[in-house]
């Protein structure tokens, strides 16, 4: 079956109808065509070429009289981050940024997928990550402007680090 875009939410169907899942990595949220297998074996064919917003858990991306067919985002390793000041966060989200990393905001911690150069990196610099297992649901939807190395303009990370000393 061909979906072209979300129907809704879990919740805003009656609890009557069978959930059939369609399982996707993290990675594959935002993409445009993907082909998958649902839990209960129907093939799903994802073509959201007009739609610009990432799947996320508990969409609804195809329903009929008795079931709904829904994402599952599957847990991956990750390295889980949660700063106890404001100058500890603009480090850690510099440190993430600088590497052009995804990063994710749950339950008041910095979520990233784990790989462990980054993981030795925050431990070196006083930081204390945890490695665990858990879903990216909620990224961090950043933009950067475009920026040049050894101008007069104040880095992003300058301009953070002088409003914790301001604030």
Same mark, same amino acid.
């Given at each position: 079956m061909v979906i072209q875009k979300v129907l809704g939410k879990k919740a805003d169907f009656p609890p009557h109808f069978v959930v059939d899942t369609v399982s996707l990595e993290w990675f594959e =949220? +935002? @993409?445009? %065509?993907? *082909?998958?297998?649902? $839990? #209960?074996g @129907? /093939?799903?064919v994802l073509k959201r070429i007009n /739609? =610009? !917003? $990432?799947? /996320? &858990?508990?969409?609804?991306v195809n329903s009929d009289e008795q079931t709904i067919c829904v994402i599952n %985002?599957?847990?991956c390793n990750v390295i889980r981050i949660q700063p106890k000041t404001m100058y500890a966060m603009a480090q850690v989200v510099y440190e993430i940024g600088n590497k052009h990393l995804p990063l994710f905001y749950q339950d008041d911690c910095l979520l990233v997928p784990f790989e462990k150069p980054l993981f030795q990196v925050l431990q070196a610099a006083g930081f204390e990550p945890i490695a665990e297992t858990a879903k990216l649901l909620h990224p961090l939807k950043t933009t950067v !402007?475009? *920026? +040049? *190395? +050894?101008n007069n303009?104040?880095?992003l990370f300058s301009r953070i #680090? &002088?409003? =914790?000393q301001n604030g």
């Open positions: =949220t +935002g @993409k445009k %065509i993907l *082909h998958k297998r649902s $839990a #209960l @129907k /093939e799903i /739609e =610009t !917003a $990432a799947l /996320e &858990q508990d969409d609804v %985002i599957l847990p !402007a475009p *920026h +040049g *190395h +050894g303009n104040p880095s #680090l &002088q409003m =914790t």
